[in-house]
């Protein structure tokens, strides 16, 4: 079982920056990709981001192309989704997720489905 832990999250004005993180307990997890997924109050979980195992591909939902970035440490068992110019709509409950395997292009990790582990999320609001 590989334990995945958010941190981050917190209260802020539109236009501002957060940056969140998803550490890892096994040095395993270096093998997975990870993605973040967010879930506003009322509506279903929703993909933002993914990043393949090596960090070398990455994809994004449009919403957030642009201003959301996914990168990881290697060395510290850490991804992290850098989000800037954050508006209202990017209010939710931020969960990293990580998947041994997500098809043959990257982008199939927007699917729920494919990943094998969640973290139990960070809030994230943004207010106008």
């Given at each position: 079982?590989?334990h995945?832990?958010?941190s981050?999250?917190?209260?802020?004005q539109?236009?501002?920056?957060?940056?969140?993180?998803c550490?890892a307990?096994?040095s395993?997890?270096?093998?997975?990709?990870?993605g973040?997924?967010?879930?506003?109050?009322?509506?279903?979980?929703?993909f933002?981001?993914?990043?393949?195992?090596?960090?070398?591909?990455?994809?994004y939902?449009?919403?957030?192309?642009?201003r959301?970035?996914?990168?990881?440490?290697t060395?510290?068992?850490?991804?992290t989704?850098?989000?800037?110019?954050?508006n209202?709509?990017?209010?939710?409950?931020?969960?990293?997720?990580?998947?041994?395997?997500?098809?043959?292009?990257i982008?199939?990790?927007?699917?729920p489905?494919?990943?094998?582990?969640?973290?139990?999320?960070?809030q994230?609001?943004?207010?106008?």
């Amino acid at each position: 079982q590989v334990h995945l832990v958010e941190s981050g999250g917190g209260l802020v004005q539109a236009g501002a920056s957060l940056r969140l993180s998803c550490a890892a307990s096994d040095s395993g997890f270096i093998m997975y990709n990870v993605g973040w997924f967010r879930q506003a109050p009322g509506k279903e979980r929703e993909f933002v981001a993914v990043i393949s195992w090596d960090g070398v591909t990455t994809y994004y939902t449009d919403s957030v192309k642009g201003r959301f970035g996914i990168s990881r440490d290697t060395a510290k068992n850490t991804v992290t989704l850098q989000m800037n110019s954050l508006n209202p709509a990017d209010t939710g409950v931020y969960f990293c997720a990580a998947a041994r395997f997500v098809g043959q292009q990257i982008s199939g990790g927007s699917l729920p489905a494919v990943y094998d582990y969640w973290g139990q999320g960070t809030q994230v609001t943004v207010s106008s």
